[in-house]
C-alpha cells in the first residue's frame, strides 16, 4: 500500500451513471471498480438500490459526495452523515469522499462547490469537522480539490498548502483531482506542476482524471470530454510520487458508451508507464 491508510490500489474504475444501469447489470463489463455518488442513493428504495446492490456485489465501490459542505459555518448535518454512513456500510464502500467547499449558508444548500477562503481561521474551522466527521464515519474522510473561477481576497496561503496542512493535522485521505488542479491553475494563473509537487503523497487515496471545456478566457470543469494531454501528464507527475494509486476517469455530461468511456479512463496505464517508480515521500 502506497497510502498510510492502507487502502488498497483498486486499479482504474468510472462513475455509476444511469446511463449505464442496463449494461452493467446485464453485461458486467471488466471495469476495476465504481464511485458512486453518494447522494443519489442515501435514504431510497427501489430501482436505483437495487442496481447499486448488484454493483456492489461484483465489483468494489466507493462512495463521493457533493453536499456534506465540510467548510460550511452551518452545524453539522448528523442526518445526512448517518444516511452516509449506512450506504457505506451497505455497500462495502472502500472509503468515502467528499470536497474542500462550503455548499450553502443558514440551512440553504446551494447545490455548487463554492470555493474556500485560504486562511488559518478557516482551516482550524474545517480541521475540527473533518476530525468530527472521520469519528462519526468511523474512517479517514477523504477529501478532493475543486474546481474554482473566483478566489478569496483574504486568503493568506495558496489553495495547495491549505489542502496538505488540512490533510495533516486533521487526519485524512485526498482525493487529487489532476484535472481540477489544471483547471484552477488556468484560471487563476498558478504553477499546476508546483501544486502536484506540494501535496502530501502518503495522503493520496485516489486520483480524478476529467475532461473540461475551455472557453479561452477560462476553463470550466464540465467532466464532458476526453481529457487533454497536460491533464494526463499531471496524473503522470502525480503518480510518480504516489505510486499505484486507486485512479477514476469521471464523464458526466453528454455521457457516450460505457465502452467510450472506459477507454478513456485506460488511458491512465499508458500515460504512467512513463513515470518514474520513485514512491511515497512526504512533500
Known sequence: MSNRFRLPDLGIGIGLRTVHFGHIVGQRPPVDWFEV???????????PMYILDQVAEHYPVALHGVSLGIGNTDPLNFEHLRNLKDLAKRTRARWVSDHVCWTGILGRNTHDLLPMPYTEEALRHTVERVRQVSDFLERPLVLENPSSYVEFAASSMPEWEFLARL???????????????????????????????????DRVVQYHVAGHTNKGTHIIDTHSDHAIEAVWRLYRRAWARTGPTATLYEWDENIPDLEVV???????????????ATGTHGR
Open 37 to 47: 455518488l453518494s447522494e443519489n442513493f442515501m435514504a431510497t428504495g427501489g430501482r
Open 167 to 201: 490533510a495533516e493535522d486533521a487526519d485524512c485521505g485526498l482525493l487529487l483531482d489532476v484535472n481540477n488542479v489544471y483547471v484552477s491553475s488556468f484560471n487563476h494563473g498558478f504553477d499546476a506542476d508546483a501544486y502536484i509537487d506540494a501535496i502530501p503523497a
Open 262 to 276: 472506459h477507454a478513456e479512463a485506460l488511458k491512465a496505464r499508458e500515460w504512467r508507464e512513463d513515470a518514474p
